[in-house]
T-cell receptor, first 115, second 114 residues
Framework: AQSVSQHNHHVILSEAASLELGCNYSYGGTVNLFWYVQYPGQHLQLLLKYFSGDPLVKGIKGFEAEFIKSKFSFNLRKPSVQWSDTAEYFCAVRRYSGGYQKVTFGTGTKLQVIP | EPEVTQTPSHQVTQMGQEVILRCVPISNHLYFYWYRQILGQKVEFLVSFYNNEISEKSEIFDDQFSVERPDGSNFTLKIRSTKLEDSAMYFC????????????FGDGTRLSIL
């Protein structure tokens, strides 16, 4: 079965520290990869996505992620976090065939940034 | 920017009662989805809907659940006889087509079963 693993459940960083959140998936076919962010009390928002092409994708708010196909990974990075980045981050993998698709989310990583 | 809207934002229901959660997807989108997130857990896929029929559903989406697009704008999730474990945040999402476009999520409806 398709699975998405986020190994860090809770990360605490000081402002200006660098961030890397891990995401690994198990599905071997063609996938699209996403990172979503959920700020406290708000809905899921798309941070960035990878469909094809350059494996290093840049998203909003200074986030980027690198797709490494051989490692089935799509790690999220930010060189310098801010207090406003405090949120929960979800990796998601979509596989599709014809008109159908299935999206699986990881368990999420809570990021707490301390001023 | 167009948004997916969900109503109500919070629904409190007695166990065993029926509940209908409503969503208005983005107007030119063709694919619709429901997800749920139990407190402290990950977001789980429930069902996808296209061309007036369910295209895929998860094992969570049993006979107690149904979806409907009753008119050209609304997309509803009905839980026939709610259980305590149905308490969760329910997210609706829509996308333009299956591939090449991400899903846009609504704010969610918090469902509390008493």
């Amino acid at each position: 079965a398709q699975s998405v693993s986020q190994h860090n459940h809770h990360v605490i960083l000081s402002e200006a520290a660098s961030l890397e959140l891990g995401c690994n998936y198990s599905y071997g076919g063609t996938v699209n990869l996403f990172w979503y962010v959920q700020y406290p009390g708000q809905h899921l928002q798309l941070l960035l996505k990878y469909f094809s092409g350059d494996p290093l994708v840049k998203g909003i708010k200074g986030f980027e992620a690198e797709f490494i196909k051989s490692k089935f990974s799509f790690n999220l990075r930010k060189p310098s976090v801010q207090w406003s980045d405090t949120a929960e981050y979800f990796c998601a993998v979509r596989r599709y065939s014809g008109g159908y698709q299935k999206v699986t989310f990881g368990t999420g990583t809570k990021l707490q940034v301390i001023p | 920017e167009p948004e997916v809207t969900q109503t109500p934002s919070h629904q409190v229901t007695q166990m065993g009662q029926e509940v209908i959660l409503r969503c208005v997807p983005i107007s030119n989108h063709l694919y619709f989805y429901w997800y749920r997130q139990i407190l402290g857990q990950k977001v789980e896929f429930l069902v996808s809907f296209y061309n007036n029929e369910i295209s895929e559903k998860s094992e969570i989406f049993d006979d107690q659940f149904s979806v409907e697009r009753p008119d050209g704008s609304n997309f509803t999730l009905k839980i026939r006889s709610t259980k305590l474990e149905d308490s969760a945040m329910y997210f609706c999402a829509s996308s333009e087509m299956a591939a090449n476009q991400p899903q846009h999520f609504g704010d969610g409806t918090r469902l509390s079963i008493l």
